[in-house]
């Protein structure tokens, strides 16, 4: 029985965002990222201000709009989805993402108040798809494999989850993803949780 769901946070709920022009090399790429944690600021973090710091910079506004984008542009269908799920599992994330990139989205949406937990590379010292961060986060839950349900736009990823034990999913689309949640009834078991909490509120009420 699933108790826990883990998501990946960029490319899944978070979505990639299109490259205008030239895609840079992983390594312009992080040299880029590196412009938004570097103008992070805990107390003042908002949209507003990511965008008014970035766009001081001297990069090309293609890549500024990009990593904007990037930061603030969250699937709303899918996070609106996590938060009933979360009424039920318990949500987790792992993802493999650069120093500060997690809490600047945090700051500015909040996504983070429906998870239990946040499992993210820079501050494990381990990143997806290697064995030890899964057995990691197993260790520091205390779940087992075959109670977590993996959900990672990787194909990779995934595959090293299913091998360790966990039920896997390869995140394309919400629409994808919901016929997936459907179908293993997930949101059933949601409704009918809540109705034996019901039942249990009212013979308390009506001893």
Known sequence: MIKAIIFDITGVLF???PWIG???THEELMKIKRLATDVYDQKKMSKKYLKKKLFETNRPHEELEAIYNSLTIIDQDLFDLIKKLSKKYDI??????????????????RFDKYFTKLFISIEVGLRKPNEDFYTFFLSETGLEPHDCLFVDDKKSNVEV??????HGFTYKDYKNFREFIDKKALLENLRSTRSMKNCVKKSKLNP
């Open 15 to 17: 979505p990639h965002q």
């Open 22 to 24: 030239v895609r840079p």
């Open 92 to 109: 987790y994330a792992m993802a493999n993402e650069v120093q500060k990139w997690t809490d600047i989205r945090k700051d500015i949406t």
């Open 161 to 166: 989850a299913e091998k360790l034990g966990f």
